[in-house]
Structure formats: C-alpha cells, structure tokens
C-alpha cells in the first residue's frame, strides 16, 4: 500500500492547520512545591546511659530553677589529650548538637565532640573517695595515669 505524503502524520513540524495554543494558566507556570528532605535517623543512639546515671540526670533536672539540659563535649587538655567536660545550657542548645533521649532524659552531644563520644556508655559511679559521671569508651587507644585525659583513634 502507498501512502501520499499528506496522509503520513509529521510530529518534527507543527502542521498550518493546527490551531494556536492557548496561553499557560497561572497554576500550570508555577513551580513544584520542592520535595521534602529525607531525614536520616541513627539505629543506635550517640551515648548510652546506665540506670544510675539516668536517675542521677533526673534528679539534677528536676531542680526548681529553671530548666536546663546537660550537653556533654570534649576539650583539649591533660596528658593523654582530651578531657571530657559537662556544662548546663539553655534548651535550645547548638544548632548542630545530638539529642540524646533514654527514659524520659534528654542530654545534648555537642556537635564538634560527637565523633569522639560516640558508642560511650556514661554511668555515674558513687564511692567513699568520689563521686561523678564516668564515661566507657570503646574509641578510646591511650589513657593517662590518672584515668581523666584520653586520647582516641580517627
């Protein structure tokens, strides 16, 4: 069979006989709401806490000042290198710092120590001789004599 030229259908050049488009509806220009973020959730927490330390945080929480949050990080100091250091802050925090919840207690991880916390199990530990927050770090290499400086592998 042998078509004519006109019955072949052409879709690389507009045909004369089409009619105009119409012109775009303000709702067809707009642009796409943009897609949500995915957020990424950790499967284990930053930092595990024992019972004792977890009653020890409630209570130190519970005072009837206003309300502040522990954040835990580290600093530069000691023998070995790094010294862990706790300090009460305002609710909010840092913008980039951890939220760690477990029964009911929130601490915040400051951002810049989170690579060298993370995995730690923090206990608090009451004796005849002291009394504190003593923290279990499977990241740790090189302590020193005293056991309050660390040093940790990258």
């Known amino acids: 069979m042998v078509r004519a030229a006109s019955d072949i259908p052409s879709f690389n050049a507009p045909s004369s006989s089409a009619a105009p488009k119409p012109a775009p509806t303000p ?19 930053a930092l595990t806490m024992t019972p004792n330390a977890v009653s020890r945080l409630r209570a130190l929480m519970s005072s009837p000042t206003e309300p502040k949050m522990l954040r835990i990080g580290v600093k530069t100091r000691g023998c070995a290198g790094m010294a862990y250091h706790l300090e009460y802050v305002d609710p909010p925090g840092g913008k980039f710092d951890e939220v760690v919840e477990q029964d009911g207690v929130k601490v915040l991880i400051d951002s810049k ?10 206990d608090w530990r009451d004796n005849r001789l002291s009394a504190g ?22």
């Open 133 to 154: 927050f003593v923290f279990e770090n499977p990241n740790i290499v090189d302590t020193c004599g005293c056991g309050e400086s660390f040093n940790i592998r990258f």
């Open 113 to 122: 120590a989170l690579f060298s916390i993370i995995g730690s199990v923090m």
């Open 27 to 45: 709702a067809a220009t707009e642009k796409a709401p943009p897609k949500p973020r995915r957020q990424f959730k950790a499967k284990k927490a």
